[in-house]
């Protein structure tokens, strides 16, 4: 396995501000109004794979961890790992707040699914979430959630190719 920290120079995008606003809608559907997107970290990985996780800085793709498992991809890949400010329009559910962005140096579908693990700050009205990837339109798809621990403030989700991807919290009523 072969991780490397080093400068994403090749994804940067400036960030407009380093938080998602939020508005609810319920006459419209979920949608994602992108503004920017800022990639913090690059890891290259190959069909060994490798487990690579973002430090702590003050940025919300801080403690991302990416796997990938053995034979996901067929050849050297950069993966990037950041962040999207926007604005969220949900019908239902508490969003995040943030969008986190995976990005790669050339098109790839992963073989077996990338597992995107996330950290949050606990909050006992939050019973559960729901994953979302975001399409270049910004309508939202829901993705496979593989693990949830909400006292713990962990989950983590399935991807089988670049993504954003955001999530929604569902509250005790």
């Known amino acids: 396995m ?16 380093t938080s998602v606003a939020m508005l609810a809608g319920d006459s419209l559907p979920a949608h994602y109004e992108k503004h920017a997107t800022t990639f913090t970290d690059t890891f ?11 430090p702590r800085r003050g940025v919300p793709s801080d403690g991302i961890t990416l796997r990938v498992p053995e034979k996901a991809v067929e050849g ?8 999207s400010t926007g604005v969220l329009r949900l019908r239902a559910g508490t969003p995040s ?15 077996r699914p990338l597992e995107i ?3 949050f700050i606990p909050n006992p009205k939050h ?7 975001i399409d270049a339109i910004g309508h939202l798809r829901p993705v496979d959630v593989i693990k949830v621990d909400m006292a713990a ?3 983590s989700f399935l991807a089988n190719q670049p993504v954003s991807l955001t999530w929604v919290y569902i509250d005790r009523e």
Do not use: D, K, Q
């Open 117 to 119: 693990s996330i950290s």
């Open 76 to 83: 050297p890949v950069s993966l990037g790992i950041g962040y």
């Open 44 to 54: 290259e990985t190959g069909p060994i794979g490798g487990t690579f996780t973002t």
């Open 97 to 111: 707040g943030v969008v986190i962005v995976i990005g790669a140096n050339r098109p790839v579908t992963f073989r």
């Open 153 to 155: 403030g962990h989950a």
């Open 127 to 133: 019973i559960t979430l729901v994953g979302y990837a």
């Open 2 to 17: 072969m991780c490397v920290r080093r400068p994403a120079v090749w994804m940067i995008a400036a960030a407009l501000t």
